[in-house]
C-alpha cells in the first residue's frame, strides 16, 4: 500500500514557504525524499531513518515522526528551481533489500 | 549526471513483442533497482538485485525478468508486451542492499504501438 502525499499540488510565490506531507499505515524504518523534473530521473534529496530525525539539503529540511509514520518536507523561501514533482518512498520495518513504496507525488510550481 | 546509464533512451514496439532494457550501474555500486513510472500508477518498484542475486521484489509481471550479470549491469526483458506496458522505466543502483541512496538514471521511455 502506498504512502499518502498531500497536498497533490501546490503554487507558490519565489520566497514563499510550503510543507509536503507524507503518511503511512505500515511502520516504517525510513523515508526516502526526491523531486523530478518533467520527463528527467528522479533525483535524491535526503533519507531519514526512524528517530525522528530532521535533515537538511540547502533550504529544503524534512522530519520523521515514526510514532505517526509520517515525515514531512519543508520548502523554505522557494527558488524558481524548487519547482518539480516531490516524492516520498517508504522503506518497511523488515522489508527485503533497499524497497521503496512511493506515494503519487506532490506538484510544485514557483512563480517569479 | 547520476552515473548510471540506460539504453535505449527511447524504444517504440508493438504489441506482443519483446524488448530488452539495459542498464549500467555507477561505478562501485553493487545494487540495481527497476521501476516503472506510468502516468495513472505513478512510480511503481519492479525489483532489486544485489551482487547478482534477487534482494527483493515488487509486483513484477510474469511477463517480466530481469537479471543482473557478473560485471553489475543490468538487463530488464519485457516480453508479450501490451498496449499497457507503455511507460518509462527507470533503473537505479546504490553502493549497499539495505537503506542507502539510490541513484536514478535518464530513464528508457517505452512505447507500445
Known amino acids: 500500500q502506498q504512502p499518502v502525499q498531500s497536498p497533490q499540488a501546490v503554487i507558490l510565490r519565489e520566497g514563499e514557504d510550503a510543507v509536503i506531507n507524507c503518511s503511512s499505515s505500515?511502520?516504517?524504518?525510513?523515508v526516502h525524499w526526491y523531486r523530478q523534473k518533467h520527463g528527467e530521473a528522479p533525483i535524491f534529496l535526503m533519507i531519514?531513518?526512524?528517530?525522528?530525525e530532521q535533515k537538511g539539503h540547502d533550504k529544503i529540511s524534512a522530519s520523521f515522526n515514526e510514532k505517526k509514520q509520517q515525515s514531512s518536507l519543508y520548502l523554505t523561501a522557494s527558488q524558481l528551481s524548487y519547482s518539480g514533482t516531490y516524492f516520498c518512498g517508504t522503506e518497511k520495518f523488515g522489508a527485503a533489500g533497499n524497497k521503496l513504496t512511493f506515494g503519487g507525488g506532490t506538484r510544485v510550481l514557483v512563480k517569479p | 549526471d547520476s552515473g548510471v546509464t540506460q539504453t535505449p533512451k527511447h524504444l517504440i514496439t508493438a504489441t506482443g513483442q519483446r524488448v530488452t532494457l539495459r542498464c549500467s550501474p555507477r561505478s562501485g555500486d553493487l545494487s540495481v533497482y527497476w521501476y516503472q513510472q506510468s502516468l495513472d500508477q505513478g512510480l511503481q518498484f519492479l525489483i532489486q538485485y544485489y551482487n547478482g542475486e534477487e534482494r527483493a521484489k515488487g509486483n513484477i509481471l510474469e511477463r517480466f525478468s530481469a537479471q543482473q550479470f557478473p560485471d553489475l549491469h543490468s538487463e530488464l526483458n519485457l516480453s508479450s508486451l501490451e498496449l499497457g506496458d507503455s511507460a518509462l522505466y527507470f533503473c537505479?543502483?546504490?553502493?549497499?542492499?539495505?537503506?542507502?541512496?539510490?541513484?536514478f538514471g535518464p530513464g528508457t521511455r517505452l512505447t507500445v504501438l
Open positions: 505500515k511502520a516504517l524504518y525510513s
Open positions: 531519514l531513518l526512524k528517530g525522528g
Open positions: 537505479a543502483s546504490s553502493r549497499s542492499g539495505r537503506t542507502d541512496t539510490q541513484y
